[in-house]
């Protein structure tokens, strides 16, 4: 027992000395909340939404009459490069362990996504399930609004999940890097808009944005478009479909893909809808349903938005493995079938 006091005595002293009798607080270091990457005159532009308390007049080491967040921002010609700057700028340490979001703006392009997120990825502070967003302009959506009663990092979560259990968008997080688009070579996210004036300026999820190894494809997927594609995944809170004009809104969803090997790969698709309420003419919602999502899977077949590859992996894994590697191949020939009831 007085071998163990010992120790933990040694321990302490340690720490005072190499601390020089100080307790580090919550302003050694600064703390990220979000990040926004965009094209830069060097190759990327980043910005850092950091957390800042401003103590003066207050009891506490927060004043909640006050912002307690500002941005820095720092262009070099990779992700590594501009984190180094940064910390420079922030005058200590950046942690970015309580990252909530990072915003990818749409004219950014890189040789390789590893140039992107290689160094989140080795820092093993950032949670996996980081998510991820597009923007037009990624500085403006951290920086929105940095001053008194500001959104910051925590509300934008919210906004995402609320919209992707409405089926408006997808959701992306940093392990999807790794598990979805480096297999099949793309990734949709949210599309984050700010909209209205100076101040009834409010954030939204106008829809999704197809993420690629070297930048942003074209494509852009409404909310519209969302709502049918989200009604493939296993995720289904109750949503809004619009069609024909006629809005039906959802209960449940039964779902049934599957894949076979008739004349080229051929994906078939069987959805069973519960709507709520009743006293609808729904039948009639079946045909021009089926015919508008077919249409959505055949125009961004080769991105995958709804991740048709994981259930090929369950169905078919010979299949998956031998095109593990080069699934547009795959997908260049696939034919869909769709059945809606």
């Known amino acids: 027992m007085k071998r163990l006091d010992v120790i933990l005595l040694l321990v302490f002293a340690a720490v005072v000395i190499l601390s020089n009798g100080r307790t ?60 180094h700057k940064l910390t420079g700028k922030a005058g200590g340490e950046l942690f970015l362990g309580h990252m909530q979001l ?20 080795d820092d093993k502070s950032i949670y996996p399930g980081l998510y991820l967003a597009c923007a037009e302009n990624a500085r403006d959506i951290v ?21 992707a259990a409405g089926g408006q968008s997808f959701t992306a997080r940093l392990i999807d890097v790794d598990n979805c688009l480096s297999v099949c070579g793309s990734l949709a996210m949210p599309y984050l808009e700010l909209s209205g004036s100076k101040e009834s ?32 995944c296993e995720s289904f809170a109750p949503r809004t479909v619009t069609i024909d004009g006629t809005q039906l809104h959802l209960s449940r969803v039964s779902r049934s893909i599957n894949f076979e090997q008739r004349e080229g790969l051929v994906c078939h698709i069987a959805l069973t809808l519960t709507p709520q309420g009743n006293g609808q003419d729904l039948e009639r919602l079946s045909q021009p349903l089926s015919a508008e999502l077919l249409k959505l899977l055949e125009s961004c077949s080769r991105k995958d938005p709804a991740r048709l590859f994981e259930q090929l992996r369950l169905n078919n894994p010979t299949l998956f493995s031998q095109y593990r590697n080069n699934l547009g191949e795959l997908y260049e020939s696939m034919r869909f079938e769709v059945e809606i009831k």
């Open 143 to 163: 920086s929105f609004p940095i001053k008194e009663n500001a959104v910051t990092a925590e509300n934008y979560r919210r906004i995402i999940e609320n919209a």
């Open 201 to 232: 300026r409010c954030l939204e999820v106008t829809g999704s944005r197809i993420l690629g190894r070297q930048g942003f494809y074209d494509d852009i997927l409404t909310a519209k478009n969302c709502s049918l594609l989200t009604l493939l």
């Open 24 to 83: 580090p607080g919550i302003t050694d270091k600064s703390i990220v909340h979000a990040i926004g990457v965009d094209k830069g005159g060097e190759g990327m532009s980043v910005t850092l939404q950091i957390f800042k308390p401003e103590a003066a007049g207050a009891d506490t080491p927060v004043d909640i009459s006050k912002a307690n967040f500002k941005t820095l921002t720092a262009e070099g010609k990779d992700m590594a490069d501009c984190l």
């Open 102 to 121: 990072l915003v990818i703006g749409e004219g950014v392009r890189f040789s390789d996504i590893g140039d992107l997120v290689s160094p989140l990825r």
